[in-house]
Nanobody
């Protein structure tokens, strides 16, 4: 399985970004998926997840600001991030939501700074 995240960048506080993650090598539509992030010095954390049938759950830190979605035809996972804060600065990764994770991709860097 290959996970190719993109869409990160430098944005000012209050700004928005839309991340994408192209998933190949598996039957994407059957998997519950998640967006994770890792800030320097911190452990990787789950910020949002979406079930195979579209149900979503968010961490308290991003609830109301981030929206996770998926396109099973294009085998792509999305994360719309609004109202970005400096504490959202991290490398963002996608993976399936399970104890048996796939090998991590490179992720995409999000930096929120004025």
């Amino acid at each position: 399985v290959q996970l190719q995240a993109s869409g990160g960048g430098l944005v000012q506080p209050g700004g928005s970004l839309r991340l994408s993650c192209k998933v190949s090598g598996t039957n994407f539509r059957i998997h519950d998926m998640g967006w994770y992030r890792q800030a320097p010095g911190n452990e990787r954390e789950l910020v949002a997840r979406i079930s195979h049938d579209g149900g979503t759950i968010y961490s308290d830190s991003v609830k109301g600001r981030f929206t996770i979605s998926r396109d099973n035809v294009w085998r792509t996972l999305y994360l719309q991030m609004n109202g970005l804060k400096p504490e959202d600065t991290a490398v963002y990764y996608c993976n399936r939501f399970t104890s048996a994770l796939w090998t991590w991709g490179l992720g995409t860097q999000v930096t929120v700074s004025s």
